[in-house]
């Protein structure tokens, strides 16, 4: 997808630092963090909102989440973590590229 900037970082066109990557997604820090850990996961396929996925990007979705769950060391967030995806502009969604969020090292307020 053009002028997205998520798959821009993809492909190397726009730098950034990748904690993990593979086939799947890409693990990278969130610029403006919520949380004293705060990473995004980045699905390679570009869908714009999660409400256009299909059951196969959520498949993939669904894959991610566990792959994050066999990563807690490396990515600091053993002690528990908060998986959210944003949708539409009442989410403040700022992207048309879905992703997780990551949350955690650190006590998360109550949702
Ligand atoms: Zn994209």
Redesign the pocket.
Known sequence: ?ED?V??AMRKGEVPCTKLYSDDDFMIIKDINPQAKVHLIAIPSE?VPYIDMMTEEGASLLGKIMSKISHMQEELDITGGYRLVINQGENANQTMA?VVIHILGGEKLQDL
């Open positions: 997808m997205c998520f798959c570009h590229h």
